[in-house]
Protein backbone atom coordinates (compact mmCIF):
# COMPACT_ATOMS: atom_id res chain seq x y z
CA UNK A 1 0.00 0.00 0.00
CA UNK A 2 1.57 3.25 -1.24
CA UNK A 3 0.96 6.05 1.73
CA UNK A 4 2.85 9.10 -0.15
CA UNK A 5 1.50 9.23 -4.13
CA UNK A 6 4.04 11.42 -5.91
CA UNK A 7 3.62 12.80 -9.08
CA UNK A 8 5.36 13.47 -11.83
CA UNK A 9 7.46 10.44 -12.21
CA UNK A 10 9.96 12.57 -14.16
CA UNK A 11 9.97 16.17 -15.41
CA UNK A 12 12.27 18.44 -18.04
CA UNK A 13 12.31 21.88 -17.66
CA UNK A 14 14.05 24.65 -19.02
CA UNK A 15 16.72 26.93 -17.03
CA UNK A 16 14.85 29.24 -14.92
CA UNK A 17 11.58 27.35 -15.02
CA UNK A 18 9.60 26.52 -11.74
CA UNK A 19 9.06 22.74 -11.94
CA UNK A 20 6.28 21.76 -9.47
CA UNK A 21 6.20 18.34 -7.83
CA UNK A 22 2.60 16.99 -6.36
CA UNK A 23 2.43 14.41 -3.23
CA UNK A 24 -1.03 13.41 -1.92
CA UNK A 25 -1.84 11.02 1.20
CA UNK A 26 -4.49 9.37 3.19
CA UNK A 27 -3.17 8.85 6.99
CA UNK A 28 -4.62 12.07 8.83
CA UNK A 29 -1.79 10.72 11.62
CA UNK A 30 0.83 11.74 9.45
CA UNK A 31 2.32 15.17 11.25
CA UNK A 32 5.47 16.08 9.56
CA UNK A 33 6.13 16.48 5.41
CA UNK A 34 9.79 16.73 4.22
CA UNK A 35 11.31 16.70 0.99
CA UNK A 36 14.87 15.28 0.15
CA UNK A 37 16.70 15.78 -2.91
CA UNK A 38 18.95 13.02 -3.86
CA UNK A 39 21.79 12.72 -6.47
CA UNK A 40 23.12 9.78 -8.05
CA UNK A 41 25.31 7.72 -5.90
CA UNK A 42 24.61 9.39 -2.95
CA UNK A 43 21.81 9.18 0.10
CA UNK A 44 18.58 11.11 0.20
CA UNK A 45 19.44 14.92 1.47
CA UNK A 46 16.92 16.69 3.41
CA UNK A 47 15.72 20.01 1.41
CA UNK A 48 13.02 21.33 3.43
CA UNK A 49 10.08 20.34 5.60
CA UNK A 50 6.68 21.63 6.58
CA UNK A 51 4.26 20.86 9.50
CA UNK A 52 0.35 20.72 8.36
CA UNK A 53 -0.71 23.62 10.45
CA UNK A 54 1.33 26.07 8.08
CA UNK A 55 0.32 26.28 4.39
CA UNK A 56 3.31 27.41 2.98
CA UNK A 57 7.23 27.33 3.33
CA UNK A 58 9.88 29.35 1.92
CA UNK A 59 13.94 28.35 1.72
CA UNK A 60 15.65 30.14 -0.60
CA UNK A 61 14.27 29.09 -3.94
CA UNK A 62 12.66 26.19 -2.67
CA UNK A 63 8.44 25.88 -1.38
CA UNK A 64 6.61 23.84 0.08
CA UNK A 65 2.75 24.70 -0.46
CA UNK A 66 0.06 22.36 1.72
CA UNK A 67 -3.21 21.94 1.37
CA UNK A 68 -4.60 20.38 4.63
CA UNK A 69 -8.11 19.75 3.80
CA UNK A 70 -7.05 17.87 0.30
CA UNK A 71 -4.44 16.10 1.39
CA UNK A 72 -2.10 17.29 -0.38
CA UNK A 73 1.21 19.68 -0.60
CA UNK A 74 3.90 20.07 -3.76
CA UNK A 75 7.31 21.85 -4.35
CA UNK A 76 8.32 24.63 -6.16
CA UNK A 77 11.49 25.13 -7.85
CA UNK A 78 11.87 29.09 -8.41
CA UNK A 79 14.36 30.02 -10.70
CA UNK A 80 15.04 26.00 -11.68
CA UNK A 81 19.44 25.60 -12.65
CA UNK A 82 20.88 22.68 -14.24
CA UNK A 83 22.78 21.82 -10.69
CA UNK A 84 18.82 21.34 -9.42
CA UNK A 85 18.80 18.13 -11.51
CA UNK A 86 18.22 15.54 -9.30
CA UNK A 87 15.49 12.99 -8.04
CA UNK A 88 13.45 14.75 -5.48
CA UNK A 89 11.01 12.53 -2.90
CA UNK A 90 8.27 13.27 -0.70
CA UNK A 91 7.88 11.82 2.58
CA UNK A 92 5.45 11.95 5.43
CA UNK A 93 6.11 11.24 9.38
CA UNK A 94 3.77 9.29 11.17
CA UNK A 95 3.00 11.13 14.24
CA UNK A 96 4.28 9.90 17.40
CA UNK A 97 7.23 8.30 15.65
CA UNK A 98 10.25 8.59 13.69
CA UNK A 99 9.31 6.51 10.59
CA UNK A 100 9.23 8.41 7.30
CA UNK A 101 7.03 7.08 4.49
CA UNK A 102 8.27 8.02 1.33
CA UNK A 103 7.18 8.58 -2.29
CA UNK A 104 8.53 6.79 -5.33
CA UNK A 105 10.19 10.00 -6.50
CA UNK A 106 10.66 12.57 -9.66
CA UNK A 107 13.32 12.68 -12.18
CA UNK A 108 13.69 16.19 -12.81
CA UNK A 109 16.01 17.35 -15.39
CA UNK A 110 16.49 21.55 -15.75
CA UNK A 111 18.52 22.09 -19.23
CA UNK A 112 20.68 24.76 -19.83
CA UNK B 1 30.88 16.88 11.21
CA UNK B 2 31.38 13.57 9.54
CA UNK B 3 28.56 11.66 7.89
CA UNK B 4 27.15 8.44 7.84
CA UNK B 5 29.67 5.63 6.94
CA UNK B 6 28.85 2.68 5.13
CA UNK B 7 30.38 -0.23 3.62
CA UNK B 8 31.05 -1.61 0.69
CA UNK B 9 29.72 1.11 -1.30
CA UNK B 10 29.06 -2.20 -4.05
CA UNK B 11 28.35 -5.87 -3.98
CA UNK B 12 27.34 -8.51 -6.78
CA UNK B 13 26.55 -11.80 -5.33
CA UNK B 14 24.86 -14.74 -6.60
CA UNK B 15 21.15 -15.47 -5.23
CA UNK B 16 21.30 -17.58 -2.09
CA UNK B 17 24.30 -16.20 -0.90
CA UNK B 18 24.54 -14.27 1.93
CA UNK B 19 25.76 -11.03 2.45
CA UNK B 20 26.45 -8.23 4.95
CA UNK B 21 26.89 -4.11 4.98
CA UNK B 22 28.05 -2.38 7.27
CA UNK B 23 26.78 1.62 8.81
CA UNK B 24 28.88 4.23 11.17
CA UNK B 25 26.42 6.49 12.73
CA UNK B 26 27.12 10.71 12.88
CA UNK B 27 28.97 10.64 16.12
CA UNK B 28 26.17 11.21 19.44
CA UNK B 29 22.90 9.99 17.21
CA UNK B 30 21.03 7.68 19.40
CA UNK B 31 18.49 6.57 16.23
CA UNK B 32 19.83 4.45 13.39
CA UNK B 33 17.59 3.20 10.78
CA UNK B 34 18.41 0.99 7.25
CA UNK B 35 16.09 1.51 4.40
CA UNK B 36 16.31 -0.46 0.91
CA UNK B 37 15.71 1.90 -2.25
CA UNK B 38 14.66 -0.40 -5.16
CA UNK B 39 15.22 1.10 -8.63
CA UNK B 40 12.43 3.26 -9.33
CA UNK B 41 11.03 3.88 -5.78
CA UNK B 42 11.60 5.56 -2.75
CA UNK B 43 13.21 4.12 0.67
CA UNK B 44 11.24 1.87 2.60
CA UNK B 45 12.07 1.47 5.92
CA UNK B 46 13.72 -1.92 7.30
CA UNK B 47 14.39 -1.36 10.94
CA UNK B 48 14.68 1.10 13.10
CA UNK B 49 17.17 1.06 16.17
CA UNK B 50 17.51 3.11 19.77
CA UNK B 51 20.61 3.28 20.87
CA UNK B 52 20.78 -0.64 20.64
CA UNK B 53 17.16 -1.44 21.00
CA UNK B 54 14.85 -2.35 18.16
CA UNK B 55 11.92 0.45 17.50
CA UNK B 56 10.55 -0.87 14.31
CA UNK B 57 11.24 -4.08 12.31
CA UNK B 58 7.36 -4.43 11.17
CA UNK B 59 8.83 -4.40 7.37
CA UNK B 60 12.06 -6.42 8.02
CA UNK B 61 11.54 -9.93 6.06
CA UNK B 62 12.40 -11.67 9.07
CA UNK B 63 12.89 -15.14 7.47
CA UNK B 64 16.27 -13.66 5.70
CA UNK B 65 16.87 -10.40 6.72
CA UNK B 66 18.62 -9.71 10.72
CA UNK B 67 20.20 -6.57 12.05
CA UNK B 68 21.77 -6.15 15.44
CA UNK B 69 23.41 -2.63 16.81
CA UNK B 70 25.91 -3.83 19.19
CA UNK B 71 26.82 -0.61 22.12
CA UNK B 72 24.48 1.27 19.92
CA UNK B 73 26.98 2.88 17.61
CA UNK B 74 27.71 0.91 14.57
CA UNK B 75 25.22 -1.54 13.06
CA UNK B 76 25.24 -4.58 10.44
CA UNK B 77 22.60 -5.64 8.23
CA UNK B 78 22.97 -8.81 6.48
CA UNK B 79 21.36 -11.01 4.35
CA UNK B 80 21.00 -14.98 4.48
CA UNK B 81 19.75 -16.27 1.56
CA UNK B 82 19.94 -13.66 -1.03
CA UNK B 83 17.16 -13.37 -3.40
CA UNK B 84 16.78 -11.67 -6.54
CA UNK B 85 14.49 -9.26 -5.50
CA UNK B 86 17.07 -8.27 -2.85
CA UNK B 87 18.78 -6.26 -5.27
CA UNK B 88 18.38 -2.39 -4.40
CA UNK B 89 20.62 0.54 -2.52
CA UNK B 90 20.81 0.09 0.92
CA UNK B 91 20.39 3.26 3.23
CA UNK B 92 21.74 3.92 6.61
CA UNK B 93 20.24 6.94 8.16
CA UNK B 94 21.00 8.13 11.81
CA UNK B 95 19.16 10.96 13.76
CA UNK B 96 20.04 12.86 17.14
CA UNK B 97 17.30 11.13 19.97
CA UNK B 98 13.69 13.06 20.07
CA UNK B 99 14.16 14.66 16.91
CA UNK B 100 11.35 13.29 15.05
CA UNK B 101 12.46 12.77 12.08
CA UNK B 102 14.06 16.29 11.69
CA UNK B 103 17.75 15.47 11.64
CA UNK B 104 17.39 12.24 9.61
CA UNK B 105 21.38 12.44 7.64
CA UNK B 106 21.36 9.12 4.78
CA UNK B 107 25.08 7.46 4.14
CA UNK B 108 25.48 6.95 0.16
CA UNK B 109 24.15 3.59 0.68
CA UNK B 110 25.44 -0.04 -0.50
CA UNK B 111 23.87 -0.60 -4.15
CA UNK B 112 23.59 -4.88 -3.93
CA UNK B 113 23.32 -6.47 -6.98
CA UNK B 114 22.24 -10.39 -6.85
CA UNK B 115 22.64 -12.38 -9.68
Known amino acids: QQQVKQSPQSLIVQKGGIPIINCAYE??????FPWYQQFPGKGPALLIA?????SEKKEGRFTISFNKSAKQFSLHIMDSQPGDSATYFC???????????FGKGTKLTVNP | EAGVAQSPRYKIIEKRQSVAFWCNPISGHATLYWYQQILGQGPKLLIQ????????DSQLPKDRFSAERLKGVDSTLKIQPAKLEDSAVYLCASSLLGTGGYGYTFGSGTRLTVV
Open chain 2, 49 to 56: FQNNGVVD
Open chain 1, 50 to 54: IRPDV
Open chain 1, 27 to 32: NTAFDY
Open chain 1, 91 to 101: AARQGGSEKLV
